[in-house]
């Protein structure tokens, strides 16, 4: 079992349709929560960080972790197509080296 | 932008070469992670420089070995490429080590491997 799930879609929305992307983990040590977007051919770019359970809003990104449930979620609200990239979840144990990421889930948001 | 480059943006090489990737992490950024990333797939980490020093390996075997020096930069090397080493690799850099509870990683754009 990997220790972050994440469906790869691809997941397919009309332009201003909130979106909800998702992951599971399986170890109770992660702490630390991060969503990144991935545009094609370029490197991830760091959207949201959050520290253990709880929401965090950026503008129009949610992020939201349960830690009950093992579950981490990103909406984004009022989708637009320059939202279309791939988005990876990660997970991080404070004490530990790396970040455990998703395979990362790809987005379409369309015009 | 991030302030993490990397070199070069492309290479090719064939079964059996070496090749050293390049990364220059953000001012004050002492640690540095490289990672792989194959199509399809979320990175996986390959080791982790604090200072200078290997401080965390992940599940990759000693053909890939990395440096990190005082001026920010760092080199993966990888020995005796295989077909499977075709990937994105990313470099990405941190302020602090393994402590920091707000250990956030800023990723460079990558380098994309590919052998045949």
């Known amino acids: 079992q990997k220790e972050v799930e994440q469906d790869p879609g691809p997941l397919s929305v009309p332009e201003g349709a909130i979106v909800s992307l998702n992951c599971t983990y399986s170890?109770?040590?992660?702490?630390?929560f991060m969503w990144y977007r991935q545009y094609s051919r370029k490197g991830p770019e760091l959207l949201m960080y959050?520290?253990?359970?709880g929401n965090k809003e950026d503008g129009r990104f949610t992020a939201q972790v349960d830690k009950s449930s093992k579950y981490i979620s990103l909406f984004i609200r009022d989708s637009q197509p320059s939202d279309s990239a791939t988005y990876l979840c990660?997970?991080?144990?404070?004490?530990?080296?790396?970040?455990?990421f998703g395979t990362g889930t790809r987005l379409k948001v369309l015009a | 932008e991030t302030g993490v480059t990397q070199s070069p943006t492309h290479l090719i090489k064939t079964r059996g070469q070496q090749v050293t990737l390049r990364c220059s992490s953000q001012?004050?950024?002492?640690?540095v992670s490289w990672y792989q990333q194959a199509l399809g797939q979320g990175p996986q980490f390959i080791f982790q420089?604090?200072?200078?020093?290997?401080?965390g390996r992940g599940n990759f075997p000693p053909r890939f070995s990395g440096l990190q020096f005082p001026n920010y930069s760092s080199e993966l090397n990888v020995n005796a490429l295989e077909l499977d080493d075709s990937a994105l690799y990313l470099c990405?850099?941190?302020?602090?080590?393994?402590?920091?509870?707000?250990?956030?990683?800023?990723f460079g754009p990558g380098t994309r491997l590919t052998v045949l």
């Open positions: 990405a850099s941190s302020l602090a080590g393994v402590v920091s509870g707000t250990d956030t990683q800023y």
């Open positions: 170890n109770s040590a992660f702490q630390y």
């Open positions: 959050t520290y253990s359970s």
């Open positions: 990660a997970s991080w144990a404070s004490g530990t080296y790396k970040y455990i």
């Open positions: 001012s004050g950024h002492n640690t």
């Open positions: 420089y604090y200072r200078e020093e290997e401080n």
